[in-house]
């Protein structure tokens, strides 16, 4: 698997560390209830096709992505970085 | 029909014309008392100690493949009862009792062997840590040695004591732990279920879940609409999926975990070898393979295939702890969809829905567990009540904080476990 | 026999070899297989099952039979094909899975016993009595199972692994290989072309058909020769594709000729990830055998094996010659066997309307029925509309069709289609994004076909990759019809064999559908076909077609075959090259490594890292000595250590604050520049994650320090913090961890030490307890932190890389000088427990802040990470096991980390755990062993007596529950 980093472009998998759901981008607000944490923590959609989730550009320029991928063909559609999806939430 | 040696015999002698189904295919009735979706080992025997243990039969097992066609027939076949935390411990210890009547249980050869697990350790940290769990599992009443240096060249000399990136200090011995033959035991629950009764609907996919006023009715699937007083959701690797027809949002990532075999060679590895800090395990068939398998991809994914990654780095773990093993030849590779939970620890529970029970999260553990998930989903269902052994599987736990299971310490991280 | 005047080996090359403790001579070209056959050698090898004998069944890597064990001592290397094993001068080979000897294997009994092992009988007996199946059945079963032998020993031989990059991966090297890479060449892409084979061509070199007017096999060595001349073109003989990954990525095993692989530091093979834009997949297609009753004898093999040892080894496998099958493949071979002068016995073409030109027996619509000869066929039986006919003959040549090499396209769970006028699978296209299947793989199976066809694939593949393809005109080649009229097994009694080498029939696959195996993997799983060495590429079509049979429904109704990588069994030492040893992981060196041997001091890992233990004394002879000695050392004079692992992360920028404050649990906003303060780091989902000291050396500018296990997962959590919560906060971090080399100086006389050193003396008012700035020795930069893990009057001082060596050398000379010295791991350890400190010991992702004592180092002021999570009423227990010091009062006084604690009197059981010890360690100060433990509610049981359970080591001993502070409660000494 390769993925195309905004910054280094197409990188080896293996540069990267996975984090999980890109729903970790929404943290909720400390007094937002019980539901809503669990659901930030744990509860996941989980689909099988096209999820969004994060990953680390560990071994090259420590960038976070966002990287929107196919979890059934692991085809690796977009690549963003997590600052700039993060700063369109805000 | 009943097996034995003296029936392999009989029809040896008569040109094997004898032989029966294993099990019906029959068509699905409009109504059952119990659906269970997934006919992986998980639903098989469900079904089974549903049939054997509470006298319910009138029960359906849907399958949307073949029975066995999911990750009890794709992952590396250790059967073990070596975790500490309370909630994990006593269910695996009860499995582990199943697996040891298992086959004079089913009259089905399983061949669960005790052939001796052993969990090595490289730093005095990691002896620490394992003598906790040791000692756990002899509180529960299980078995556990602490082995070291010389101890573990005893009964692995092949291992490379002199030249590793990472010595080894000593080892956990499970002797209980072992290997069994994953298929056969697919197999022998579906034949215990057919036998009493359940019937086993295979190439029959659900496609939706029918829910009235907050209570389960049935469930529509390729083969019409089967209605049902109460449904189980035992299809890890879809956890998510069939959740979802419920409305239901569970706290699971799916994530592949690849596993290898080589060719057959003679034996040469008699125990199940775990080498923690290289995530890899090893284990030689009675076929003569080695199958051996480390750790998860690390994306979600539900391709049941992997990348090179992850292959080079378990054949690398492999070459670092016992190099003799350099000229076996890996045959197959492949891959398995884990239900990755946030603890590590699976989900058996009672849903807000009524009548619908859930059977989920099994991470990489799910093999060993099949005969004790069965008989405590089985219990959840005919009683209503949790099983003793595995009251601690709820859902809210994670909402809660509650009876957290976290083996591994890392925390809710789905694919840190 | 080998023949005159034919083939592409060397008659000037003699090679000589031995199989089996005897000596032949081949040439150079051979194969051990062709080698073999040219003297008549045809038993090579038993079956898995029922130990039958076995012959060569194929010229490639999908032989099921021919497999031997080739070496001696560590260089044994089992289950090598004699089909692809290139002779070389010395080589020993051996049969193997059999006992006493190949032409007399005792196990061959099992044969007779056939009727009672069949399909899956191993599922419904040995189960009586219920120990036997360990004590006997499965010994007996594991000593039986298994082909070949590992030696044992620890691999001695090179194996590398290697990438490369290209634009087209072109997989196979014959005819639409060949002019695949050849159009992409010209139209200037970068090629890579693999071929499994010792040389390019394909069926080329072992067929007759020309190309242009050229044998083929000429052809290929012209354009061979024309692409190896292109800068742009690499060539990769020898090179099986194992695999197809996601992003364009192959695998890919290379098998180094032995002259090369025999150079001192040669490796053997050489495991490729080769990553492409685009692929073409030219892999040819294997041709599969018929069943019928005792099909499997030495001397029965595949018509087209039979033509590339005729044409291209000049090798006979038979003085007599018969051929069966259902395409034209035998007649071909019959040509060339004709041509080359060998009697053809007999042509059985199953086509009922079948004709022959050549002057032979013939019998179309004839099939064979049987075959005998126990280790070498002597006869074989043909059914005809007026009988049955026997024939001797020693070799049977045999074409059941052929199956496309569709194999890679499988890889990423793409299904193949069932194409019935080639009866047969093929490819869809689609199935490996960027792989497109060319010729026969394709299921183009003439020449003509095979050419076009890889064009075409090159000029798909080309614009895929944005290139305009250059002109290039398919040359003239045969283009005969493929016609074939299924044939999958002969009716009858007996045993007919699918797959050869893990005896699977016909009887087995009828008898799994009987049982209600229906499912082809259901039938695959419960007979093992298709599991051995070859994966089932000669054997799974026919086995799907009789499953489809037994149950009445069509072959694509019935399943499809699917494979898996790796295409051909590849070693774990080329996978896995370069981590045996200490290649596994990299190994991280502090700057005081070299000093640290230099004084004596064993190194252990700790992480990536090494780290001294001890450094011993002068006749200390037990780590314990130096240990105790070490630690009274930092508590009544003064030690060194180096702490240089600890991770160390640079924060600056002007909300750097702002970031510290969101990832501790308390606050550092409010530090003053020039000053440390002890932080507690929780994960989000309110556990414990690390804890450490952070120094603010300016307004907006902090260094963090992190536990050693800890520094890349916090670093990564800062970044995550800073870039996917907080984007807009303004601050940069950077690990600095290796760019500073950083040592503890502790004990009442680390002042007196660096103020031997210092350029500007220290005072305990001018750099008091958790004061930190810059420093400087004889010049040189340094920074200061008056910080202490152990209690004592310490400082830890940082100095850039470069200085660490000379650094920590000169603090150990100056500590001498005050009786004092460098210290290790151990007492390190000692002293913090001591103290109660903690590290992942206790720290080890279950523990929470309120378990640890330290719920009111959250912040109630602000919000931080975790924070919300670990006010769950899960998390907040009052029943929890929490943190306490353990001291021995029992008889036993030695303590076990490990080990389960329980209130007295109570059974050691589960239920009646009551918490477990984290730490251990005998205290030199105390002058007793000393524990930290997590207890339930155990801050409230001071002073209580419980009992400490340790099973695996035989401990049971009574322990006072104390605070785990053991030393100077106050922390006076530190301050002073």
Avoid at chain 3, 448 to 467: I, N, P, S
Wanted: with cysteine.
């Amino acid at each position: 698997m390769r993925i195309i980093c905004p910054h280094c472009g197409a990188r080896d998998r293996r540069e990267f560390t996975y984090q999980g759901d890109a729903v970790a981008l929404e943290r909720p607000a400390p007094d937002a209830g019980g539901a809503a944490w669990d659901d930030y923590l744990h509860n996941r959609e989980n689909p099988a096709g096209v999820t969004r989730d994060l990953w680390y550009h560990e071994q090259g320029c420590g960038a976070w992505l966002v990287v929107t991928r196919n979890t059934v063909t692991h085809a690796v559609l977009t690549t963003d970085l997590a600052a700039t999806v993060r700063e369109g939430l805000a | 029909m009943r097996f034995s040696g003296l029936r392999v015999l009989k029809e040896g002698l008569t040109g094997n014309t004898g032989w029966t189904p294993h099990w019906r295919d029959p068509e699905p009735k409009s109504d059952y008392d119990v659906i269970i979706i997934g006919g992986g080992g998980h639903g098989l025997s469900t079904a089974y100690y549903l049939a054997r243990n509470h006298g319910i039969t009138n029960v359906a097992v849907l399958e949307k493949g073949y029975v066995g066609g999911g990750n009890v027939g794709r992952n590396t076949t250790i059967v073990r009862a070596n975790y500490f935390l309370p909630g994990n411990s006593e269910f695996y210890s009860h499995s582990l009792k199943l697996w040891e009547g298992l086959e004079h249980d089913l009259n089905y050869n399983v061949m669960h062997s005790q052939r001796g697990l052993i969990n090595l350790f490289h730093s005095d940290g990691q002896r620490d840590a394992f003598a906790r769990r040791g000692n756990a599992m002899i509180n529960q009443g299980d078995d556990a040695v602490l082995l070291d240096r010389e101890g573990v060249r005893k009964h692995l000399p092949y291992l490379d004591f002199d030249n590793t990136r990472f010595p080894v200090y000593g080892g956990l011995l499970h002797p209980r732990g072992g290997t069994a033959r994953h298929d056969a035991v697919a197999w022998g629950y579906a034949r215990g279920a057919d036998t009493r009764g359940v019937d086993l609907i295979q190439n029959c996919e659900v496609t939706g879940i029918d829910i009235e006023n907050g209570t389960v009715k049935g469930v529509q699937t390729t083969r019409g609409t089967i209605r049902a007083k109460k449904v189980a959701m035992v299809v890890a690797g879809r956890s998510g999926q069939v959740a979802a027809m419920a409305g239901m949002r569970l706290p699971i990532e799916s994530h592949i975990l690849q596993a290898f075999v080589t060719e057959g060679i003679k034996p040469v590895i008699n125990h199940v070898v775990s080498f923690g800090m290289g995530h890899f395990y090893i284990s030689q068939s009675d076929k003569g393979g080695l199958v051996f398998g480390g750790d998860l991809d690390f994306y979600a994914s539900y391709a049941q295939r992997g990348n090179l990654p992850m292959m080079e780095h378990v054949m690398e773990a492999g070459m670092t702890l016992m190099p003799m093993i350099g000229k076996a030849k890996v045959l197959r590779s492949w891959g398995g969809v884990m239900d990755m939970s946030p603890d590590g620890s699976p989900v058996i529970d009672k849903t807000d829905i009524g009548g619908l029970f859930l059977n989920c999260g099994w991470n990489y553990g799910g093999f060993k567990a099949v005969p004790a998930s069965g008989w405590a989903t089985a219990h959840l269902i005919a009683t209503g009540t949790p099983h003793d052994t595995a009251a601690g599987f709820r859902l809210d736990r994670f909402r809660t904080g509650r009876g957290l299971m976290d083996e591994e310490g890392t925390g809710s991280q789905h694919n840190l476990h | 026999m080998r023949l005159d005047g034919k083939g592409q080996i060397d008659r000037n090359s003699p090679v000589s070899f031995s199989f089996d403790g005897r000596r032949y001579q081949g040439f150079a070209g051979d194969t051990l297989a062709s080698a073999l056959l040219a003297h008549d050698v045809r038993l090579v090898a038993r079956s898995f099952k029922y130990h039958r004998p076995r012959g060569v069944l194929t010229a490639g890597s999908e032989e099921p039979n021919a497999l031997v064990t080739v070496g001696q001592g560590a260089a044994q290397d089992p289950n090598i094909r004699a089909t692809t094993l290139e002779l070389f001068d010395g080589l020993e080979a051996r049969s193997q899975n059999r006992w006493p000897s190949l032409e007399w294997d005792l196990l061959a009994l099992n044969d007779l016993g056939a009727p009672f092992l069949g399909a899956g009988f191993y599922y419904k007996t040995f189960m009586w009595p219920r120990a036997f199946w360990e004590k006997l059945y499965e010994p007996v079963i594991r000593r039986a199972a298994g082909l070949g032998a590992l030696s044992g020993q620890h691999n001695a031989d090179t194996y590398e692994r290697a990438h490369a990059h290209c634009d087209l991966l072109v997989i196979g090297a014959g005819p639409a290989g060949l002019m695949a890479a050849k159009l992409a060449a010209d139209s200037g892409a970068d090629v890579i072309l693999c071929d499994e084979d010792t040389r390019t061509g394909g069926r080329l070199n072992a067929d007759t058909q020309e190309i242009d007017g050229l044998p083929g096999a000429l052809w290929a060595e012209e354009i061979t020769a024309e692409l190896a001349a292109m800068e742009n073109v690499r060539i990769m003989t020898r090179t099986t594709v194992t695999g197809a990954y996601d992003g364009g990525t192959y695998g890919a095993l290379e098998r180094l000729p032995h002259a090369v692989a025999s150079r001192k530091g040669a490796p053997k093979e050489t495991f490729w990830r080769i990553v492409a834009g685009q692929a073409v997949l030219a892999a040819g297609a294997l041709e599969r055998p018929v069943a019928f009753r005792n099909n499997d004898r030495p001397g029965i093999m595949m018509a087209s094996a039979v033509r590339a040892y005729v044409n291209r080894w000049a090798v006979s496998p038979g003085r007599a010659v018969t051929l069966f099958g259902n395409t034209d493949s035998i007649h071909r071979t019959a040509a060339d066997l004709i041509d080359a002068g060998v009697h053809v016995a007999a042509l059985i073409d199953a086509r009922p309307d079948a004709t022959c030109d050549l002057d032979l027996r013939f019998y179309p619509g004839g099939q064979v029925c049987d075959s005998a000869g126990r280790k070498g066929l002597e006869a074989i039986s043909i059914a005809t509309p007026s009988g049955i006919d026997k024939i001797q003959t020693d070799c049977l040549a045999m074409s059941g069709g052929w199956n496309p090499s569709v194999h890679l396209t499988c890889h990423m769970n793409g299904r193949p289609v069932w194409n019935p006028e080639i009866a047969a699978f093929v490819p869809q296209p689609g199935m490996v994004p960027g792989l497109t299947a060319a010729g026969a793989c394709n299921g183009q199976f003439s020449t003509h076909q095979c050419l076009t066809d890889g064009l075409t694939a090159a000029t798909t593949a080309l614009q895929a990759l944005g290139r305009r393809a250059a002109a290039l005109k398919s040359p003239r080649a045969e283009d005969t019809p493929y016609a074939i009229t299924p044939l999958w097994s002969v009716p009858g009694k007996g045993r007919a064999w699918l797959d050869f080498q893990n005896d699977v029939t016909v009887k087995d696959v009828k008898q799994a559908a009987t049982e209600n195996f229906r499912s082809v993997e259901h039938m695959k799983r419960y007979t093992t076909q298709g599991m051995a060495t070859d994966q089932g590429k000669s054997s799974n079509t026919a086995a799907l077609a009789v499953l489809a049979d037994a149950t009445g429904r069509s072959i694509p109704g019935t399943g499809t075959t699917t494979f898996r990588p790796p295409y051909v069994p590849t070693a774990i030492a080329a996978m896995g090259a370069h981590a045996q040893g200490t290649g596994f992981a990299p190994q991280r060196f502090t700057t005081s490594h070299r000093a640290s041997l230099d004084a004596g001091a064993p190194m252990i890992e700790a992480g990536l890292w090494y780290r001294p233990s001890v450094f011993p004394a002068p006749g200390e002879t037990h780590w314990r000595q130096s240990c105790d000695r070490e630690v009274g050392m930092v508590r009544n004079a003064v030690g060194v250590c180096d702490v240089s692992t600890l991770g160390k992360i640079d924060i600056q920028g002007p909300d750097a604050a702002k970031l510290l404050d969101f990832v501790y649990t308390n606050r550092f906003s409010s530090l003053k520049p020039g000053r440390c303060r002890y932080g507690l780091m929780l994960r989000e989902d309110g556990h414990v994650m690390d804890d450490g000291t952070t120094a603010r050396l300016g307004e907006h500018h902090y260094v963090m320090t992190t536990t050693t296990a800890a520094a890349a997962q916090v670093m990564r959590h800062l970044e995550f913090t800073h870039q996917a919560l907080h984007p807009e906060w303004d601050v940069s971090l950077i690990s600095v961890t290796e760019q500073w080399a950083q040592f503890a100086v502790a004990g009442p006389k680390s002042r007196d030490l660096l103020n031997g050193l210092l350029d500007k003396p220290l005072s305990n008012d001018n750099f008091p307890f958790m004061a930190c700035g810059p420093a400087s020795i004889k010049g040189t930069k340094a920074r200061l932190f008056r910080i202490s893990f152990s209690g004592e009057q310490a400082y830890e001082i940082a100095v850039p890389a470069r200085f660490g060596d000379s650094l920590f050398r000169q603090l150990v000379a100056r500590a001498e000088t005050l009786d004092g010295g460098a210290y290790g791991m151990e007492a390190l350890n000692v002293l913090r427990i001591e103290k109660g400190f903690l590290t992942h010991a206790e720290l080890h992702g279950r523990t929470t802040a309120f378990d640890l004592g330290m719920a009111r180092m959250i912040s109630d002021a602000k919000d931080c990470i975790g924070k919300t999570a670990a006010q769950r009423p899960g998390l907040t227990d009052p029943d929890r096991e929490q943190l306490v010091g353990l001291k021995p009062v029992g008889a036993i006084k030695q303590l076990t980390a490990g080990a389960h604690l329980f209130t007295a009197g109570d059974a050691p059981t589960r239920e009646n755990a009551q918490g477990y010890v984290t730490s251990v360690a005998f205290s030199p100060t105390l002058g007793h062993f000393m524990g930290l433990a997590f207890v339930q509610r155990g801050p409230a049981r001071l002073g209580e007596v419980i009992t400490l359970v340790d099973h695996l080591r035989g401990i049971t001993t009574r322990v006072e529950i104390c605070d785990p502070v053991f030393f100077d409660q106050d922390g006076g000494r530190a301050r002073g």
